[in-house]
């Protein structure tokens, strides 16, 4: 079965450095991966996802993801935190197409907090 | 284009009771699937509609169940409700089920007393 493993449960980043978000998957074949933010109270936005070709995905706001096969990592980055950049941020891997539930698998998430 | 939109956004019931909750998926968008959302065990998946037929499932028990309508909107329902039932429940749509690119609605806050 896939899992999703997101080693930091809270981060605290002071606004303008950069930020780096670990997510490591587990998977029986070629994963498909995605990164969600979410705000307190709101639903999950699409940041950016990796299906194939280039290791290295660009996303909105200004986030960007590389897929390491060796590692099974797909870490998100971004070169200057925003104080809006404060949420939720979740790694998925999925859907499985060998059998048994289908769906995302989500990480357990990290909780990013900026420091003015 | 409107996004995927959930109703209601909040739901106070107590033990015993039962709940539906709705879903209306992006324009064109023929998959819906459920999530379950609690603080702790995280982002979970219930299940997955494609053209009025649940296709996938996730490990809930059977209380837990859905219909999909030939508009693609969704319904799930959770009979004899549980306190540990407390959740958000996410809903997500996509343009087939195999594209995996999934929209997720705001969600129903679902509180069990």
């Known amino acids: 079965a896939q899992s999703v493993t997101q080693p930091d449960i809270h981060i605290t980043v002071s606004e303008g450095a950069s930020l780096e978000l670990r997510c490591n998957y587990s998977?029986?074949?070629?994963?498909?991966l995605f990164w969600y933010v979410q705000s307190p109270g709101q639903g999950l936005q699409l940041l950016l996802k990796y299906f194939s070709g280039d290791t290295l995905v660009q996303g909105i706001k200004g986030f960007e993801a590389e897929f390491k096969r060796s590692q099974s990592s797909f870490n998100l980055r971004k070169p200057s935190v925003h104080w809006s950049d404060a949420a939720e941020y979740f790694c998925?891997?999925?859907?499985?197409?060998?059998?048994?539930?289908?769906?995302?698998?989500f990480g357990k998430g990290t909780h990013l907090i900026i420091q003015p | 284009k409107a996004g995927v939109t959930q109703t209601p956004r909040y739901l106070i019931k107590t033990r015993g009771q039962q709940v539906t909750l709705s879903c209306s998926p992006i324009s064109g968008h023929r998959s819906v699937s459920w999530y379950q959302q609690t603080p702790g065990q995280g982002l979970q998946f219930l299940f997955e509609y494609f053209s009025e037929t649940q296709r996938n499932k996730g490990n809930f028990p059977g209380r837990f169940s859905g219909r999909q309508f030939s508009n693609s909107r969704s319904e799930m329902n959770v009979s004899t409700l549980e306190l540990g039932d407390s959740a958000l429940y996410l809903c997500?749509?996509?343009?087939?089920?195999?594209?995996?690119?999934?929209?997720f609605g705001p969600g129903t806050r679902l509180t069990v007393l």
């Open positions: 998925a891997v999925g859907p499985y197409s060998g059998g048994g539930a289908d769906g995302l698998t």
């Open positions: 997500a749509s996509s343009l087939e089920k195999r594209n995996n690119e999934q929209f």
């Open positions: 998977y029986g074949a070629t994963p498909y």
